[in-house]
């Protein structure tokens, strides 16, 4: 019984988090590929191979649903496993879909036609190869109409909360939000589209200013994830314990992540 939770390094732990507090009793195995991190500044093709391997080593320690806690391999890579790569008898989930669908008020499963929607001017904040990739905007249109998207590239956010400087990593962060302002003066969102930024959530929130409603995934992501398993039980797999493995050094990755969480966090070499 074990669900997989991947990310290129750190911040997938803020969906991990928020998941094994919603359910408790699922035994979780993350990810982070910390050795390849930031996915964020890499080609399509080297986040989809990056990905693959990182998802097939989660299928080995008995992980049957592994989600992306990655909006960069979620942007880059998702679709074209799903299409070309998971084994009819496993499932990948990505990150985005939650955030939508709690942006444009719909619940799970509701297909009818793209609408109007409260919000109308967002931000979106996230990595390079993200905001390149439009895919954001392109699950946002099957929804909503007259949504106006702004993406601001946060180069450098993970680099610096990956190296655990976070005086550095909210210097950047508020001249990521002045850049986006120049461009968007009044947004009334914002979307934190990159698992990491929520540990810098208080930094957006305090540049943004308090009118801005931000939104952050890892509590979408776990509600969702709570959603799916009670309809397909069965996509818990057989894995019973859960872990925490990285491609890098686990002493390191072990002090940030403790450092993040706030809890002891042991990390295993995979
Ligand atoms: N935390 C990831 C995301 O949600 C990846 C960032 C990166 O590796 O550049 O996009």
Excluded at 45 to 55: C, E, F, K, P, R
């Amino acid at each position: 019984m074990a669900v997989g939770i991947f990310d290129s390094g750190l911040g997938g732990l803020t969906v991990l988090d928020a998941v094994a507090n919603r359910l408790p009793d699922v035994p979780l195995v993350y990810y982070g590929d910390n050795a390849h991190a930031p996915y964020g500044v890499r080609t399509h093709d080297d986040i989809y191979n990056l990905t693959v391997s990182a998802t097939q080593k989660l299928f080995d320690r008995g992980c049957d649903l592994v989600i992306l806690a990655c909006n960069t391999a979620s942007a880059a890579a998702l679709r074209r496993m799903q299409e070309s790569w998971v084994p009819h008898d496993k499932r990948v989930l990505g990150v985005f879909v939650p955030l939508i669908e709690a942006l444009t008020e719909r619940q799970w499963g509701d297909n009818s036609p793209p609408r109007e929607v409260a919000i109308k001017h967002v931000a979106l904040f996230a990595t390079p190869a993200t905001v390149a990739s439009r895919a954001f905007q392109r699950e946002l249109a099957f929804r909503a109409i007259g949504v106006d998207v702004e993406g601001q590239a946060c180069g450098g956010v993970v680099d610096a909360i990956e190296e655990g400087d976070l005086i550095l990593a909210e210097a950047l962060v508020r001249s990521h939000v002045d850049a986006l302002k120049r461009k968007m003066p009044e947004p009334d969102a914002a979307v934190l589209g990159c698992t990491h930024y929520p540990l810098m959530e208080g930094v957006f929130q305090d540049a943004l200013g308090p009118e801005v409603k931000v939104f952050s995934q890892a509590n979408l992501v776990a509600e969702s994830l709570a959603d799916y398993l009670t309809r397909r039980p069965q996509m818990i797999g057989p894995g019973t314990e859960s872990m925490f493995l990285t491609s890098g050094n686990p002493k390191q990755v072990s002090n940030r992540a403790t450092q993040f969480l706030r809890r002891k966090i042991e990390f295993q070499q995979a």
